[in-house]
């Protein structure tokens, strides 16, 4: 059964210090991992997807790195704005559709 | 509109009574999906469509959640005799294409339902 676990569940930074959140996955062939950022009473906004190990992908201050059993988003120096609960998810090889989310990891940035 | 709409915004029923949730998604956008998150929870998965056909309807939880497309468009998911363990916030999402390369979802708001 595809398996998303993160980690930590959830994180209090200062601003400024950088950090990483952890995505482990278990599919039956991956097609794609995705991050969504998500706020208070909001739907999901969508951040990245990366498709093969190796990849990475960065906008501003966020950068999400695949290996073949995980993937970390990396907050570097964050801001205030930047709390948010981000969601990792996968859809397996064999997926019409489906995306398989973690819990989600609950940053909290204080100035 | 510019992005995914979903209505209500608010429910509050009864339990056993029957609710219906509406999606519009972004025109163009062929594909549609439904999941659901209960307080402090991941995203669960609850059906997807193609058009007005639904490939992957694996995570709908019993026979009485039921959900439609019509036109390529607006989806309605119903649930029939709500139960206590129904409460959550239902989300609709759509991307512009499906299948096996899902892409960027687009997501709602959500309609947050509440079972008394």
């Known amino acids: 059964e595809d398996q998303v676990t993160q980690s930590p569940e959830a994180l209090r930074l200062q601003e400024g210090e950088s950090s990483s959140l952890n995505c482990s996955y278990t599919?039956?062939?991956?097609?794609?991992l995705f991050w969504y950022r998500q706020d208070p009473g909001k739907g999901p906004e969508f951040l990245f997807t990366?498709?093969?190990a190796g990849e990475e992908k960065e906008k501003e201050r966020l950068k999400a790195t695949l290996t073949k059993k995980e993937s970390f988003l990396h907050i570097t120096a964050p801001k205030p704005e930047d709390s948010a609960t981000y969601l990792c998810?996968?859809?397996?090889?064999?997926?019409?559709?489906?995306?398989?989310f973690g819990a989600g990891t609950q940053v909290v940035v204080t100035p | 509109g510019a992005g995914v709409s979903q209505s209500p915004s608010n429910k509050v029923t009864e339990k056993g009574k029957d609710v219906e949730l509406r999606c519009d998604p972004i025109?163009?956008?062929?594909?549609l999906y439904w999941y659901r998150q209960s307080l402090g929870q991941g995203l669960e998965f609850l059906i997807y469509?193609?058009?007005?056909?639904?490939?992957?309807k694996s995570g709908l939880p019993s026979d009485r959640f039921s959900a439609e497309r019509t036109g390529g468009s607006v989806s309605t998911l119903t649930i029939q005799r709500t139960q206590q363990e129904d409460s959550a916030v239902y989300l609709c999402?759509?991307?512009?294409?499906?299948?096996?390369?899902?892409?960027?979802?687009?997501f709602g708001e959500g309609s947050r339902l509440t079972v008394l």
């Open positions: 999402a759509s991307s512009l294409r499906g299948g096996q390369n899902t892409g960027e979802l687009f």
């Open positions: 599919v039956s062939g991956l097609r794609g």
């Open positions: 990366l498709y093969s």
């Open positions: 998810a996968v859809q397996a090889a064999d997926s019409w559709g489906k995306l398989q």
């Open positions: 025109s163009g956008h062929t594909a």
């Open positions: 469509f193609q058009g007005n056909s639904a490939p992957d």
